[in-house]
C-alpha cells in the first residue's frame, strides 16, 4: 500500500525511508520503550533496513515516520496495521524516541492517522493494544474516544515478571462525534 504523506500541525508524516534506519535502531533499542509496548524483539543494526523495505512493501501496513514539521528527522513512528478494507478495520500503534516523547507529538500523529483511516480509507474501527503498564498511553487513547472493550491478562512480559493488555478501539462514528463541527 502506498504510504501518503500527512501534514498537521506540529508535525508531518511521511513514509518511513531506508535513511531513517539509525534513528529507528535507536528506537527499536531503547529498553524503556520496548518495555511500555511489549516489544520482545531485539533488532540488530543490520538488520533494520530490511525491517524498513518490508514495511514499505506490506500491502496492508502503512509505516510512517514521525517528523517535526520544517525538520525532517525522524522522530518516531506511527503503523495502521492488519488493514482490512472488507472488514473496514486496522489497528494503529506508535513509538516514539526517547527525546520527543510527551511533547504532544504522538497525539497529532494518531489524530492525524486516525482522519486517514476514516476518511481517507474508509474503515469503521481501528484498535489498538495498550499495556497495563502504561497508564500515560492509555490516558491519551482514551482522552481521543477510544473505548477500553476487554484485557488480555498476563499477554507480555515486564522483566521478570507478566503484564496485562489492554484492548481499546474507536469506531467511526465516535470518531465523527468527537470532530469539531
Same mark, same amino acid.
Given at each position: 500500500?502506498?504510504?501518503?504523506?500527512?501534514?498537521?500541525?506540529?508535525?508531518?508524516?511521511?513514509? =518511513?525511508?531506508? $535513511?531513517?534506519?539509525?534513528? +529507528?535502531?535507536?528506537?527499536?533499542?531503547? @529498553?524503556?520503550?520496548?518495555?511500555?509496548? *511489549?516489544?520482545?524483539?531485539?533488532?540488530?543494526?543490520?538488520?533494520?533496513?530490511?525491517? !524498513?523495505? #518490508?514495511?514499505? /512493501?506490506?500491502? %496492508?501496513?502503512?509505516?510512517?515516520? +514521525?517528523?517535526?514539521?520544517?525538520? %525532517?528527522?525522524?522522530? &518516531? #513512528? !506511527?503503523?495502521?496495521?492488519? !488493514? %482490512?478494507?472488507?472488514?473496514?478495520? /486496522?489497528?494503529?500503534?506508535?513509538?516514539?524516541? @526517547? /527525546?520527543?516523547?510527551?511533547?504532544?507529538? &504522538?497525539?497529532?500523529? =494518531?489524530?492525524?492517522?486516525? *482522519?486517514?483511516?476514516? %476518511?481517507?480509507?474508509?474503515?469503521?474501527?481501528? *484498535?489498538?493494544?495498550?499495556?497495563? =503498564?502504561?497508564?500515560? /498511553?492509555?490516558?491519551?487513547?482514551?482522552?481521543? &474516544?477510544?473505548?477500553?472493550?476487554? $484485557?488480555?491478562?498476563?499477554?507480555?512480559?515486564?522483566?521478570?515478571?507478566?503484564?496485562? &493488555? =489492554?484492548?481499546?478501539?474507536?469506531?467511526?462514528?465516535?470518531?465523527?462525534?468527537?470532530?469539531?463541527?
Amino acid at each position: 500500500m502506498k504510504a501518503p504523506t500527512l501534514q498537521g500541525e506540529m508535525i508531518v508524516l511521511r513514509p =518511513i525511508e531506508a $535513511r531513517d534506519a539509525d534513528a +529507528v535502531y535507536e528506537l527499536l533499542a531503547d @529498553p524503556e520503550g520496548r518495555r511500555l509496548v *511489549g516489544g520482545s524483539r531485539q533488532y540488530t543494526r543490520p538488520e533494520v533496513p530490511a525491517a !524498513i523495505a #518490508q514495511a514499505a /512493501a506490506s500491502d %496492508d501496513r502503512l509505516v510512517l515516520a +514521525v517528523t517535526a514539521n520544517g525538520d %525532517d528527522e525522524y522522530l &518516531g #513512528q !506511527i503503523a495502521l496495521e492488519s !488493514i %482490512d478494507p472488507v472488514v473496514g478495520s /486496522a489497528s494503529v500503534t506508535l513509538q516514539m524516541r @526517547p /527525546a520527543y516523547r510527551g511533547r504532544g507529538y &504522538g497525539t497529532e500523529a =494518531i489524530e492525524l492517522v486516525l *482522519g486517514f483511516a476514516f %476518511d481517507g480509507l474508509g474503515l469503521h474501527r481501528v *484498535g489498538i493494544e495498550v499495556l497495563a =503498564i502504561n497508564a500515560r /498511553a492509555k490516558s491519551l487513547y482514551e482522552n481521543l &474516544g477510544f473505548r477500553v472493550e476487554g $484485557r488480555l491478562r498476563d499477554a507480555y512480559r515486564d522483566g521478570d515478571g507478566w503484564c496485562d &493488555g =489492554i484492548v481499546m478501539a474507536l469506531l467511526e462514528d465516535e470518531y465523527r462525534a468527537g470532530q469539531p463541527a
